[in-house]
């Protein structure tokens, strides 16, 4: 099993910048491409950005690309998500998943098997 530690969340302001961090620990998670979903109250949980295995694709939902940034340090057992140009839609309980059965990046809820705690990252106006 596979576990995953979300952390830097917190409250801001519209136009700020936040990253996020999430640590892996119980397989080799170079292994694993990753993602970045969130949820808001009230409402379904929502795709965000996706990295492959090796980092080499990335992939994003259209109402962050340009502003959020995916990476990944093997090294290191972590992934990233820089979040720039902040807004109060993107208030919400944020998650970090690992996929098994898929190498590159993948976009679907249902694509990931493990899933973190969640870091809240509320943008005030």
């Known amino acids: 099993q596979v576990q995953l530690v979300e952390s830097g969340g917190g409250l801001v302001q519209a136009g700020d910048s936040l990253r996020l961090s999430c640590a892996a620990s119980?397989?080799?998670?170079?292994?694993?491409?990753m993602g970045w979903f969130r949820q808001a109250p009230g409402k379904e949980r929502e795709f965000v950005a996706a990295?492959?295995?090796?980092?080499?694709?990335?992939i994003y939902a259209d109402s962050v690309k340009g502003r959020f940034t995916i990476s990944r340090d093997n090294a290191k057992n972590t992934m990233y998500l820089q979040m720039n140009s902040l807004t109060p839609e993107d208030t919400a309980v944020y998650y970090c998943a690992l996929t098994s059965r898929n190498r590159g990046a993948v976009s679907g809820v249902a694509d990931y098997d493990s899933w973190g705690q969640g870091t809240q990252v509320t943008v005030s106006s």
């Open positions: 119980g397989r080799t998670f170079s292994s694993y491409s």
């Open positions: 990295i492959s295995w090796s980092g080499g694709r990335r």
